[in-house]
């Protein structure tokens, strides 16, 4: 997989070359290439951005410089991410889809946002466009979005997590559920003990007790989970039996 960021500040993303996605890109498996949104300027000050038609506070991405960037990278195989507060939930489902991909481009807004008409003239162009938000909040652009969009996806692709079944039975994995309570070494800690269950040594014990904990953990804290759950999916992941 291939997948290009612009942005205004390429520095912000840095920290894809660390770790697991670090290693990734070594070893050939991630081909991450970050792009100054500033090079696909032509005037002496490298402006990208203007004030909003029809008035408000702050600026707004200008298209024309943003068509300039992202000529130069999209093709027919190319899906385009733009972060947004305005966009569609980013979940596992939605990292799970694009890791299938081979090409995921990644426009990092800044200020107001970019002009609405990027997006636009890219669709008409048979290019996918997703705008994605990692959540209900504000931050000041999408290069934070975007270092969550890679990770999430990066780890899905073959080869970079060490033990793939460690994907199935993380937080929001096959299942849609949340993850049970993790223990380890000592037994004892400031007064406070491992469930017994974990330390049995009985195999079949210790699951059904992780598939309880997983289920009432998810009750309390994302009953919205519980609802959207797939029994196809349970089946799979085997929590009803
Ligand atoms: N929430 C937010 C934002 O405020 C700015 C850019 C991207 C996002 N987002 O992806 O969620």
């Known amino acids: 997989m291939r997948i290009d960021i612009v942005s205004i500040f390429p520095e912000y993303l840095a920290p894809l070359e660390l770790s697991l996605v670090g290693k990734a890109r070594t070893s050939g498996l991630l081909d991450v290439h970050v792009h100054d949104l500033r090079d696909s300027t032509t005037d002496r000050h490298h402006t ?16 024309d410089v943003w068509g300039v960037a992202l000529d130069g990278l999209l093709g027919e195989a190319s899906h385009l991410l733009i972060p947004t507060p305005s966009g569609t939930t980013f979940t596992q489902r939605t990292a ?54 890679v990770e999430a996806v990066a780890r899905l692709l073959p080869g970079v997590v060490g033990n793939p079944q460690s994907l199935v039975e993380e937080s929001h994995g096959l299942a849609g559920l949340l993850e049970y309570p993790v223990y ?25 007790w992780r598939r309880d904990q997983a289920l009432t953990r998810t009750a309390e804290l994302r009953p919205d989970l519980i609802a959207a759950l797939d029994v196809a999916m349970l089946d799979r992941a085997d929590l009803a039996r």
């Open 48 to 63: 990208v951005d203007d004030t909003p038609f029809g008035g408000g506070a702050g600026m707004v991405m200008r298209p």
């Open 184 to 208: 380890t070494k000592p037994p004892s800690w400031a007064g406070l003990e491992a469930p017994d269950v974990l330390l049995s040594g009985h195999h079949g014990r210790v699951e059904r």
């Open 96 to 149: 799970e889809a694009l890791a299938t991909q081979e090409h995921l481009v990644i426009a990092c807004g800044r200020y107001e946002g970019i002009d609405a008409r990027v997006a636009e003239h890219y669709r008409e162009r048979g290019i996918r466009v997703s705008e994605v938000s990692i959540g209900d909040y504000v931050l000041n652009g999408g290069e934070v979005a975007a270092l969550v969009l």
